[in-house]
């Protein structure tokens, strides 16, 4: 049976990506950022998996105003990196798992969340970045990846709530598949940011450090916080952190087993407008 062996969650920030592609991660900017991800590039080295389930948002790349999917699971083969206006990023192509993918869609909607099936998508950094800090610059990426997109871009957004719920059905569709895959699944987006506005720029460090603590210790309370609270304190753009909850729900310890191994945490600012977070968190 497969297993879900460990969860990640990163802030995703397109300049990241920028700083990384431009060969910049040295400069006094950016240096204390990628020093904070120099433990997770040895752990992920240490602890591959065979697929990682990567929970992300699309920002208008692959979807439109046209049609806007709560919660679209990526079954396709592959999926190209997107031209987001600079050209895509010079990274590899991401491999996905199709027949992963189709099971956990199978059994995912049979357990009532109504995904949108996703055949042929672009990602945008929404994805690569987080795989870019996770990886460093490889060759081809380490491992199959099934990119699973959720909608907090334009309202209405899904609850904390649901979010938590999902990840529960991720971890019970996971676990009825009937290969032995270990399998990561990550949640990113967030910390703290707003890019526009009146309040353009707001970062909330003391609110960024209670959602980590909460998110490791009583994800169930954090899941009960609404979407308008995310917004006030963590600005629009932090509202990318209900997908957090995600893959903090598909940890063992919500379905009753030993609560997880806190093996890595990190909290930085600035990375261009947005605050930066980071955790690892192992199974056990
Ligand atoms: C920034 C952050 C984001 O999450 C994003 O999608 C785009 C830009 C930023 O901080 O610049
Ligand atoms: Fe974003």
Redesign the pocket.
Known sequence: MAKISASVYT?????IGAAIDLKKTGEAYWQPLFAGYEYSKQWMKDNTPDVIFLVFND?ATAFSLDIIPTFAIGTAAEFTPADEGWGPRPVPKVIGHPELASHIAQSVIQDDFDLTIVNRMDVD??LTVPLSLMCGEPQAWPCPVIPFAVNVVQYPVPSGRRCFQLGQAIRRAVESFDQDLKVQIWGT?GMS?Q?QGARAGLINREWDNAFLDRLIADPAGQAEVSHIDYVREAGS?GI?LVMWLIARGAMSDIAGGPAPTLKHRFYHVP????AVGHLILENN
């Open positions: 802030s995703h920030v397109p300049a920002h950094h929404g987006g940011h890019l753009e990318e990375a261009s407008n947005t």
